[in-house]
């Protein structure tokens, strides 16, 4: 695994300070950082709307199993 490789996957699985860290230090893959928060934000926001409308039909679903 080449360095750029090995900070990512540190930026990815660090928290919060440690990625502030990373950020600053690294400036020249800043961009990087920045596309792994959009994906993790945009997966976020996917499992959030699928929430309501999972549980939604998972209730509809076990109405039906007890008719």
């Known amino acids: 695994m080449n360095r ?7 930026y990815a699985s660090a928290d919060e300070s440690e990625r502030l860290h990373l950020f600053l230090t690294h400036r020249e893959i800043r961009d990087d950082f920045l596309r792994i ?3 993790e934000l945009s997966k976020a926001a ?4 699928a929430g309501p409308v999972r549980k939604w039909l998972d209730r ?3 109405g039906l199993e007890t008719i």
Do not use: H, I, M
Request: hydrophobic share 40%.
């Open 46 to 49: 996917r499992q959030q709307a």
């Open 37 to 39: 928060e959009v994906e």
């Open 60 to 62: 509809w679903q076990a």
């Open 4 to 10: 750029l490789e090995d900070l990512l996957n540190r």
